[in-house]
């Protein structure tokens, strides 16, 4: 088993806001990332893949097709967005860096054909990631 | 859905590497230059991964306000512009990275009630760094 994990940069735009909370509620629990007009962070991306190395290609999975997957999934879908306005998963969900790597998972797991996912790590800044490995 | 989180802070301290157990001779031969008596100092960065069940209500595995304040009041302010010799916890215990790596793993495995800790990484410099997980296997 080789584990590959290839990167990708984007950048977004959210703010954290529960409507079942009141105004206080969500100012306590968010703090400054309540703020309605939102904020934004450069988010790096780290998706891992595990498998068997093809005896033939030498390849665990086709570099070219995980990163085409991840910008079509990932990429188009978040890059210079407002996770909360343009994600439909952030109609209903907090777009923190704990959830975004769950919807990646989510968007990318079902295109993974010959490579299986491991992880998803997503950075929101150098000091804080999260990692998801697809359990429930 | 369960999902880890890690933050990453810095702290600055100095130590010596020297073992009562051996002769001089022999701490110099094992810690070379780490053996210098006058101590020498080092930028570390500490890495805290807590796991848990996403909260539905937050998005959140833990409040990062809860692991900051947690992490500055117990490791960080005790840690930070110290000679790790002096401390209590390494009158017998060598300070190597190894053995601080365990020491605050074991301070969060005491005191942080806000999610389960899975792992602490420290790196001494860029280019040698120490992981521990309370005795479990680290995760690729």
Known sequence: MVYLTRKAEFSASHYYHNPEFTPEENRRVFGKCNNPNGHGHNYTLEVTVKGAVDPRSGFVVDL?????????????????????????????????TENLAIAIWQRLAPKLQKAQLHRVRVYETPDLFADFYGEA | MKAHLTRRYRFSASHRLHSGEFSAEENRTIYGKCNNPHGHGHNYALEVTVSGPVDDRTGMVCNLVDLDGFVEKEVLSHYDLENLNTLQEFARNVPTTENLCVEIFEILQRGFRHAHLERVRLEETMMNSFEYAGGAETRP
């Open chain 1, 64 to 96: 070219k097709e995980l990163k085409e997957i991840m910008h079509h999934e990932v990429l188009d879908a978040m890059d210079h967005r407002f996770l909360n306005k343009e994600v439909p998963e952030f109609a209903s969900r907090i777009p923190t």
